[in-house]
């Protein structure tokens, strides 16, 4: 480093990268933590253990930096008040990985945006570290996935043949005339929205039968509920296109264990992730579509997943359990 990088402070946006990427991997810790104790099957223990070996140096690299910048290292998650040991087994085996796929997609997504937001080049060295180590273990689990027979694709269309233009103003219509058929960008996000409201359908059917508090059992019912009407939902639009719905359903994913892994904390923490997740994955989705009918309905999404993650967000703090973001 520098004499010019050495005197030159942090910004907000840098503070916040580091912030949120050390809340987000002490969650990972934690979860891998759980998983790896209860996996049966050595291929993916392995992929595991180096999810947890990544995740454990990524948050020993940002407690340096953020120890040689004299600032606070967050409270975030550790196995040790988090996880309970010997617990029994929550999720399959198969749940595991593709959740570690999960975290991989997310994972890329976020360490990009902060390697973008960093002007510091140590914080851009470390963030475009993040991006390679997390980068192969996307490519090791699909690869796992795929020997095993269990990774989803996206629908096959035909090639295009030629270059055609719109010739309707009624292309954007959906609500009382004739349906065109989706553009292939439509349904990949109708399809990434389908298979990630699966897996939260299954993560609140899991953390519902182990919490003990009846008032956050309750709003995992709920997030249950609200991820099977989204998924629901988004069916009824592929089927009116003849799209095949080839999202796995992981409801038999969940075990009839009733002894929680983790913490309230923690699991509250995780829903509060996946409505984010989820906010962003349907604006994405509404930022592409050129539909009025799925405009409307990813708008309806947005509405409820945002009431629902605010009301999350009041239960943490209503505990004193939400760690306060860096803020001027």
């Known amino acids: 480093m520098n004499k010019e990088e050495e005197i030159v402070k942090l910004t907000s946006a840098e503070i916040s990268a580091l912030w949120t990427t050390y809340m987000n991997v002490s969650v990972v810790f934690c ?6 104790e209860t996996c049966s099957d050595p291929e993916i223990l392995t992929i595991l253990d180096e999810t947890k070996h990544f995740a454990q140096k990524h948050m ?179 089927e009116e296109s003849d799209i095949p719905v080839n999202s796995m359903s992981w409801d038999k994913s969940v075990t009839n264990s009733t002894v929680a892994p983790f913490s309230d904390q923690l699991m509250l923490f995780i829903i509060g992730i996946l409505s984010n997740l989820g906010i962003s994955a349907y604006g994405a989705g509404l930022s592409t579509t050129m539909r009025r009918d799925i405009s409307a309905m990813y708008a309806n999404f947005l509405t409820k997943t945002g009431t629902y993650g605010e009301d999350g967000v009041n239960l943490m703090i209503k505990r004193n359990w939400m760690e306060q973001p860096p803020q001027f």
């Open 31 to 36: 979860l891998i933590t759980h998983f790896s």
């Open 60 to 238: 020993n690299e940002i407690e340096q930096l953020l120890l040689k910048e004299k600032i606070v290292i967050p409270a975030a998650f550790n196995d040790v008040k988090h996880v309970v040991p010997n617990a029994p087994k929550l999720f399959s085996d198969i749940f595991y990985i593709q959740s570690v796929l999960c975290m991989c997609k997310f994972g890329i997504a976020s360490h990009t945006a902060s390697f973008t937001l960093s002007a510091r080049k140590d914080l851009r060295k470390l963030f475009k570290e993040f991006i390679d180590d997390v980068s192969h273990l996307n490519n090791h689990v699909v690869d796992c996935m795929q020997e095993k027979g269990i990774f989803v694709r996206m629908p096959f269309m035909n090639y295009p043949s030629k270059v055609d233009f719109i010739k309707k103003e009624n292309f954007l219509t959906g609500w009382f005339s004739r349906r065109r058929s989706l553009l292939g960008i439509e349904v990949t996000h109708l399809m990434l929205n389908s298979m990630q409201n699966e897996m939260g359908k299954a993560i609140c059917t899991g953390f519902s039968q182990v919490t003990q508090d009846q008032e956050i059992r309750d709003y995992f019912l709920r997030g249950k509920h609200l991820c099977k009407h989204i998924t629901s939902s988004i069916h009824d639009v592929l």
